[in-house]
């Protein structure tokens, strides 16, 4: 079993250094916000620009003034997410933590600049290349954690090892899933390949009142609010083990936590032999492609 549980903050820390993707919605947002209040210097990470304002002014309220960076990248693309990581190894010499929230759903398949779908681009390969290129700044802190929050547990779903960029059969939901079953052989390759001193943390937080829908038309926006009036766990709630992990990182190298309970590391989804397929794939998927510079203003 993967079984550490987060700890209880520790008064006195000292302040970190937290990175988050999608850090202007949702979960990412709320977490900012905790980790600001704590004192924290984060480094947010969004798709619009007017997001990243009214993040700022908020954090501004709660006097984290020059606390806050935001950063406005599409982490679909390859050559963004380098020149997010150049970015912040410019100005942040150490991270702490680094927390994976970004993730969007795409009705309708689409590629990015770079010739891939949409939801692997964003979901799955942007948290492969930033656990990577920011591996020496987590190196250098005492005690650093990546946080992927993904749907670890969920065993629905599978890797499409013959269409991994789902040109022959498309949907929402069947790319969700592969997704979700790579960012978990994602974290068992990384705890496996001892890829930095980092712990990675699993965490799968179920149906949470947060995240864009506007992607999506008005009739399954309104079934999905009412959805998440009725059955949605509130963001405060959701992030809470996130804070806890940040406070205080597992000793494990890797951690899996379903909606508060331990994940088995027998599940077919956390096969070792699988991790080490996907990550030799994304490196040869990687050294096919020159990243290209999405269009200005995207």
């Not at 929230?101 to 010739?115: F, H, I, L, M, Y």
Request: aromatic share 6%; glycine share 8%; proline share 6%.
């Amino acid at each position: 079993m993967i079984t550490q549980r987060p700890g209880e903050h520790m008064r006195g820390q000292q302040p970190k250094t937290i990175v988050i993707s999608g850090g202007t919605d949702g979960m990412g947002r709320a977490t900012a916000l905790a980790r600001l209040r704590r004192g924290d210097t984060v480094v947010a990470i969004g798709s619009n620009e007017a997001k990243g304002r009214v993040l700022a002014e908020e954090a501004g309220r709660t006097g984290a003034v020059g606390r806050l960076r935001f950063l406005r990248a599409d982490l679909s693309s390859i050559a963004e997410v380098e020149r997010v990581a150049a970015d912040i190894a410019h100005h942040h010499p150490v991270i702490d933590a680094l927390v994976f929230c970004a993730n969007r759903q795409s009705p309708k398949r689409r590629e990015t600049v770079d010739g891939l779908e949409f939801t692997f681009g964003l979901y799955y390969l942007s948290r492969y290349l930033l656990s990577r290129r920011l591996r020496p700044l987590m190196d250098a802190s005492a005690a650093p954690v990546i946080i992927s929050v993904a749907g670890v547990g969920n065993t629905a779903g599978a890797i499409h090892w013959d269409d991994l960029q789902l040109e022959r059969r498309y949907s929402t939901i069947r790319a969700q899933l592969q997704a979700g079953r790579a960012n978990d052989l994602l974290g068992v390759a990384f705890a496996q390949r001892a890829a930095g001193k980092a712990a990675y943390v699993m965490y799968h937080p179920g149906f949470t009142r947060s995240g864009d829908a506007s992607m999506f038309n008005p009739l399954v926006r309104g079934i999905l609010r009412l959805l998440a009036r009725f059955a949605a766990r509130p963001v405060e709630t959701s992030i809470r083990p996130i804070v806890e992990f940040i406070d205080n990182p597992p000793r494990a190298a890797l951690t899996a936590i379903d909606r508060g309970r331990p994940v088995d590391s027998a599940l077919k989804t956390l096969d070792p032999g699988d991790a080490d397929r996907l990550a030799t794939l994304t490196e040869e998927l990687l050294s096919q492609h020159t990243p290209q510079t999405p269009p200005h203003g995207r």
